[in-house]
């Protein structure tokens, strides 16, 4: 089992292992975790029991609950996934992969949509319908915009939040 990346499967041979350097039956270590002994069968068989349960199953066995789960990091922006693309075509020179670059940046950033910023939940009023908290969200929307462009000269830039 490699120590650094756990599967969902490798938790029944982990909970085994464990059980075993305890020195511990299947009855002692369902009742030192905390869960029933029905389960913690199933488990040992492969099956994957209710988040709480993992988590307590994990933490018994002295695993990382992290080393079940792949973190991703951040996506890249579409437009640098695309350059670094025509960068590597071989059919491509340099100059001309920046230049088809730089034109996909620029027609991104005219036809790109922003993503709306602003949300209202109004929970109080009974007649503050869904419609009336849309309409209050286009319109605090359209007040940004408006904003933003006052403040830039322009609707190009644009405030990210």
């Known amino acids: 089992m490699d120590k650094d990346r756990l599967e969902l499967s490798d938790l029944g041979r982990l909970v085994v292992d464990e059980r075993n350097r305890r020195g511990m039956s299947l009855r002692e270590a369902s009742s030192a975790i905390g869960i029933p002994f029905n389960t913690l ?59 088809i670059a730089g034109i996909v940046s620029e027609l991104y950033q005219a036809l790109a949509r922003p993503k709306e910023i602003a949300a209202v939940h109004l929970r109080a009023a009974k007649t503050f319908r869904p419609d009336a908290a849309r309409a209050l969200a286009v319109l605090l929307n359209d007040l940004n915009e408006a904003l933003i462009e006052e403040l830039t000269d322009g609707p190009e830039e644009r405030l990210q939040v």
């Open 41 to 99: 069968a199933r488990v040992e068989k492969g099956h994957v029991p209710d988040l709480p349960k993992f988590k307590r199953l994990v933490e018994w066995c002295g695993a990382d609950i992290r080393q079940f789960f792949e973190v991703q990091e951040k996506a890249a922006a579409t437009t640098d996934v695309i350059a670094e693309h025509l960068r590597a075509d071989r059919n491509l020179p340099p100059a001309a992969a920046d230049q």
